[in-house]
Nanobody, 115 residues
Framework: QVRLEESGGGLVQSGESLRLSCKASGRIVSFSHMGWYRQAPGKQRELVATIVGGGITEYGESVKGRFTISRDKAHRTVYLQMNDLKPEDTAVYYC?????????WGQGTQVTVSS
């Protein structure tokens, strides 16, 4: 069984930065795809950023230029550097990892940005 544990969320003011981490434990694997999604109250879960095996990244339109996704060499930890945070970035941020046809989700970490 794979477990994903997010950390790094918190309360910040507009314009500040946070760095989220997601560490995989359990079955020793190298994921083909890892990413971050977020869900604000009353809204659907949306893509924030993903990174695939070759290191190709993809970002949601609203975070391009402000957020950066990266991972460690073992492909078991993924990071999200969030700069210039805005109140509209307030949400629960979830880590997702994909292995073959299986997808795993973390429990989420709250990010709150005050104006």
């Amino acid at each position: 069984q794979v477990r994903l544990e997010e950390s790094g969320g918190g309360l910040v003011q507009s314009g500040e930065s946070l760095r989220l981490s997601c560490k995989a434990s359990g079955r020793i694997v190298s994921f083909s795809h890892m990413g971050w999604y977020r869900q604000a109250p009353g809204k659907q879960r949306e893509l924030v950023a993903t990174i695939v095996g070759g290191g190709i990244t993809e970002y949601g339109e609203s975070v391009k230029g402000r957020f950066t996704i990266s991972r460690d060499k073992a492909h078991r930890t993924v990071y999200l550097q969030m700069n210039d945070l805005k109140p509209e970035d307030t949400a629960v941020y979830y880590c997702k990892a994909v292995l073959s046809t299986s997808a795993f989700w973390g429990q989420g970490t709250q990010v709150t940005v005050s104006s």
